[in-house]
């Protein structure tokens, strides 16, 4: 279902956003995930060094339910997702006790949980307002690794994108006023692993993939309305890359990683520009666009690295077209961070460093290990000739660019880290299993 927004609340947001896009600069900003440019870089910021429980820690705040996505920051709010396991009991559905081992020991819930949208100051943590968008027992479990709040939203023009897979998504103002919901029904996540695609927001429309293991697709939504524009049938399986919007000659195009293709997608009306096969499956990584091309990879089931032109048509699979391919070392979860000229990445989910040159593939740091990280599902980020790279079990890690591992520093806090950081101006951001930590000087 789609809600109707009228023309009075139109004009007010759109004044809105051009007041508050007009107050900040993007260094001062996080507005989706992997940041500004999609690269987990974040230009002219300063974030601290060091660190610890102790030192430059600004403010530590609770957050209540799970949730693993990234904290959004625009001028002086926060905005961030959870999902909150209310305890109510639906008694039409089998306790999980009661339900049939399933792989990874996932079970599906019979409590009814409310998908959140939280804000916070930005100044001293505290929170402004939250919206429950939606209370309902969802329809299916996830892995232990996941929860039900792992895509990150999306602000732009004054509006605030909160997607939650299946459980729908709701446009917002930056006040928290509700102005439409979709509900583009339930996915089928294979081995219900769980949903955590996040969205992407361009010239006026929301894109939304989703592939699973029903009928996969990539929709087009009018920003204003939440209306359909177009939507695309997509034969893949379980893939959670998040899309990058890149342009060649005047055509926008929508660039989607999964297991069976690379495509790109007009903006304008959906049709695919072109495709690439190459990548493993449950492909996750997004890519990062590099000039004239993009940067993919994913980790499971193999290892696969390429570097594809976007100015190319059709089906360019095995032409010669890729400039450049690896096929070792790759990540499962995380995402490569762009800096430099070089690409970083971990192998699989395990605390094991490469950094390729990006424009040639040659390998500039083969498979190191990374000193008290052994796991890691956060990106790693980039600012002021730095790389941060958070494990999962409190440790970041900041490395000089070279061809050698330099670490800067090693810090430690009590926490559990699977979302990808966030830097707004000198600030770092880092969302554990229970806090949300603001990093500054």
Aim: proline share 5%; net charge neutral.
């Amino acid at each position: 279902m789609y809600y109707g927004v009228s023309l009075k609340s139109l004009t007010v947001m759109a004044l809105m956003g051009v007041v508050l896009t007009t107050n900040g600069k993007a260094a001062d900003n996080w507005t989706q995930w992997r940041g500004a440019n999609n690269t987990g870089v974040a230009q002219d910021s300063k974030p601290p060094l060091r660190w610890s429980e102790e030192e430059n820690i600004r403010w530590k705040i609770a957050i209540d339910g799970n949730g693993s996505s990234t904290p959004i920051i625009f001028g002086d709010r926060i905005f961030l997702l959870t999902a909150i396991d209310t305890g109510i009991v639906d008694p039409s559905l089998p306790k999980p006790e009661d339900q049939p081992m399933r792989i990874f020991g996932i079970k599906h819930p019979n409590t009814e949980h409310q998908f959140v949208t939280i804000c916070l100051d930005r100044k001293t943590g505290k929170e402004l307002w939250r919206e429950v968008a939606i209370q309902k027992v969802p329809h299916e479990g996830h892995h232990g690794d996941n929860d039900f709040a792992s895509s990150s939203p999306v602000v732009k023009n004054g509006k605030l994108f909160s997607w939650f897979g299946s459980a729908g998504l709701f446009c917002y103002d930056l006040d928290g006023k509700l102005f439409w919901k979709r509900d583009l029904g339930q996915a089928k996540m294979g081995a219900s692993l769980g949903e955590g695609c996040s969205p992407v927001v361009h010239k006026g429309r929301v894109i939304i993939v989703r592939d699973h293991q029903g009928q996969s697709a990539i929709e087009a939504l009018d920003v204003n309305t939440g209306k359909t524009i177009w939507k695309k049938h997509r034969d893949e399986g379980n893939a959670w890359a998040t899309p990058v919007i890149a342009e060649h000659n005047g055509t926008v195009q929508i660039i989607t990683c999964a297991s069976n293709f690379v495509r790109a997608y007009d903006l304008q009306d959906g049709s695919i520009i072109w495709q690439c096969s190459g990548l493993t499956g449950n492909a996750t990584p997004c890519p990062i666009l590099d000039g004239k091309d993009v940067l993919v990879m994913s980790g499971y089931q193999g290892h696969s690295a390429m570097r594809i032109p976007i100015t190319r048509k059709g089906d360019i699979s095995g032409k010669g077209q890729v400039i450049w391919k690896q096929d070792r070392g790759t990540p499962y979860v995380p995402s490569p961070v762009l800096y430099e000229g070089m690409l970083f990445f971990n192998q699989s989910n395990q605390g094991i460093w490469t950094v390729l040159n990006a424009a040639s593939g040659e390998i500039v740091m083969d498979r190191t290990r990374l000193p008290g990280i052994s796991n890691m599902y956060s990106s790693p980020i980039a600012a002021n000739g730095h790389v941060y790279v958070t494990g999962r079990d409190g440790i970041t890690l900041v490395l000089k660019p070279g061809t050698e591992l330099k670490v800067q520093a090693s810090n430690r806090l009590d926490e559990r880290f699977d979302s990808s950081p966030a830097i707004a101006g000198d600030e770092l951001y880092l969302r554990g299993e229970k806090f949300l930590y603001c990093i500054s000087e």
